[in-house]
């Protein structure tokens, strides 16, 4: 059974930084995409940055320069970094992965199967 853990969030001042974790298990191989993916209230969910199995990645316009996604496949685990931080990053996070994407980092929610219960990223101004 795939579980996906989420860590990391927290409060934060504009411009700090924060590191989110994600902890895949029950993946027999590492072949699987990636993704970060948040939610305001009242907001629809969207997508953050997602990284392919081979490493691509790829970012929304809103965070790209500023958040990194990564990978430490030995660990099982998905990173998102982030930078710069802005109030209007506050959301609850979410990690999201799928064992059947092929190559290639996705954005779209339609690619991922498997979701974490979320994270929440308070930004203060």
């Known amino acids: 059974q795939v579980r996906l853990v989420e860590s990391g969030g927290g409060s934060v001042q504009a411009g700090g930084s924060l590191r989110l974790a994600c902890v895949a298990s029950g993946y027999t191989h590492n072949t699987y995409c990636a993704a970060w993916f948040r939610q305001s209230p009242g907001m629809r969910r969207e997508a953050v940055a997602a990284?392919?199995?081979?490493?691509?990645?790829s970012y929304a316009d809103s965070v790209r320069g500023r958040f990194a996604i990564s990978r430490d496949d030995v660990k099982n685990t998905v990173y998102l970094h982030m930078s710069d931080l802005k109030p209007e990053d506050t959301a609850m996070y979410y990690c999201?992965?799928?064992?059947?994407?092929?190559?290639?980092?996705?954005?779209?929610?339609?690619?991922?199967?498997?979701w974490g219960q979320g994270t929440q990223v308070t930004v203060s101004s």
């Open positions: 990284i392919g199995y081979e490493g691509s990645t």
């Open positions: 999201a992965a799928d064992r059947g994407c092929g190559a290639g980092s996705f954005l779209g929610e339609w690619f991922y199967s498997d």
